[in-house]
């Protein structure tokens, strides 16, 4: 991803500005809070968890975002915040193993939670936040009413596949579940296994039921290049930037008219495409920030259980 960044945004702005892009480890919740907290904001710009971003926002730790640099219309609505706008739409995808269900591809998470008609071991990332919300399409719950989280539900339909599931805790580690045949269907970003299967891995996904997740841009209070800041986060949502980005990697750009500077070839690989974007359902990163600590408190009690 940080490859991409660099091809569609770092170097542009590099030479438009003459601010060179320094990037630094990841900085979530935690860092921002010691950033604020020590009246020491060392890092300009931040590129979180979209998840985490409405949490910073309540919490007052972030710049409002200057939409007077840039059309705010123009970007996607659920991705365009007060406080932070989305970097792309990534999809959190049902994927399988090609060897074992390659002559009868599941179609969605519906198909996944069907023991008899796709027999094998399932995968799942191993979070409240994404698993619970397949869990409930698999269940057959729309993917437009899946919110607020029917947490007894989800739980109820995790146990109806538990006998068959193990757990992955990274991205990496849920394309090589599938790839090796350790899991014969499960979760996964569609990034993580777009390459393998170009490369011949029996592996393949699709976008029917995705769950579009993405990182976020913002700036914290306090930082000392604001102005600048907001003329990077302007810098990324220019049509034919985004278009640069979604040919680096397969994640699709928050800024629709970004799509026209596209190969067409490409378009049937991006999640926000015209032919996949009503495919799927943004995560609604609002209701995490609001009650997803208990939400992931009845969880982690019920993996215990």
Known sequence: ?????????????TEKTGIE?????????AKI????EADNVDLDILNIDAAEAPVAGNNGWLEPIDWGLTDRSAVLPAAAWDDHVYAEV???????????????????????WNMEAYPGRRSLWKQAFQTL??????????KDQIYPIDVPRGLAALDKIKPELIWWESGGQSAQFLIDGESDVGSTWNGRVYQPKVDGAPVNYTFNDALFVSGAWCVVKGASNVGWSMEFIAHTLEPERQAIYSENIPYGPVVPAA??????????LLPSSAENIDKGVWSDFQFWAADGEEVINEFNEWLLS
């Open 1 to 13: 991803m940080d490859e991409a960044y660099k091809a569609a945004y770092f170097d542009s702005f």
């Open 21 to 29: 892009i320094i990037t630094a480890p990841y900085a979530g919740l």
């Open 33 to 36: 809070k010691s950033m604020i």
């Open 90 to 112: 990534a999809a959190k995808v049902v994927a399988w193993n090609t060897d074992t269900l390659g002559d009868n591809p599941p179609g969605g998470w519906v198909d996944m």
């Open 133 to 142: 919300e397949v869990a409930l399409m698999g269940d057959g719950v729309p």
């Open 259 to 268: 799509l026209e500077f596209i190969p067409a070839d490409r378009l049937p």
